[in-house]
């Protein structure tokens, strides 16, 4: 079965640490997203994807990074880590642009900022 | 107003009982609309998409309101399993072939048996 995976499911950093979030799909999807989600606020974009070599930023994209070198995967990069990026980041992916897609979201990844 | 708006929640029901939640946004060129559902610690999920008519899946019913810039989510005959967090969710063209999604907050249900 198709499905979208998240690694690491868990990760304590340092403030300072460049952290890489690995994100990989099977659905073949062109569309992949990643969000961060804290209490007091719904899901927030970070990064977007409509293709291999296209990146787009959300509207929380300060402080992060991604590329897409081939269909599967959005690997999402906290350069220098900071306190505040300690969240829930979830990763998704759907197919079309008709605005009605399905997301397909992964089990999400659990960061901690010491 | 923020771009999305849900009940703040939480909401306490007995099994068996209707409860519904609603939900407003702002970007009057919102092209479409969802109910997401969250179980604790985990990714949210599709519940099912709004359409202007009006839908029903089973015991959900969904509505929108175009006019009032309003979605509403009807849960009939609670279940134990129905628990979880729910998350309207609006899809606005940004620009381009690019949509955005925009999440609310999400309330929390609680059903008791």
């Known amino acids: 079965d198709a499905e979208i995976t998240q690694s690491p499911r868990h990760k304590i950093t340092e403030t300072g640490r460049q952290v890489t979030l690995a994100c990989h799909q099977t659905w073949n999807h062109n569309n992949m997203f990643w969000y961060r989600q804290d209490l007091g606020h719904g899901l927030r974009l970070i990064h977007y994807s409509y293709g291999v070599h296209d990146t787009n930023k959300g509207e929380v994209s300060d402080g992060y990074s991604v590329s897409r070198s081939n269909t599967e995967d959005l690997p999402l990069t906290l350069e220098s880590a900071a306190s505040s990026q300690t969240s829930v980041y979830f990763c998704a992916s759907s197919e079309g642009r008709t605005g009605r897609e399905t997301q397909y979201f992964g089990p999400g990844t659990r960061l901690l900022v010491l | 107003r923020k771009e999305v708006e849900q009940d703040p929640g939480p909401f306490n029901v007995p099994e068996g009982a209707t409860v519904a939640f609603n939900c407003t946004y702002s970007?009057?060129?919102?092209?479409?609309f969802f109910w997401y559902r969250q179980d604790c610690r985990k990714e949210p999920k599709l519940l099912m998409s709004?359409?202007?008519s009006g839908n029903e899946d089973g015991r959900f019913t969904a509505q929108l309101n175009r006019a009032s810039q309003y979605i509403s989510l009807l849960i009939r005959d609670s279940k134990l399993s129905d628990s979880a967090t729910y998350l309207c969710v609006v899809n606005v063209r940004s620009g381009g072939s690019n949509y955005k999604l925009t999440f609310g907050k999400g309330t929390l249900l609680t059903v008791n048996p």
């Open positions: 970007n009057s060129a919102s092209q479409s």
């Open positions: 709004v359409y202007s």
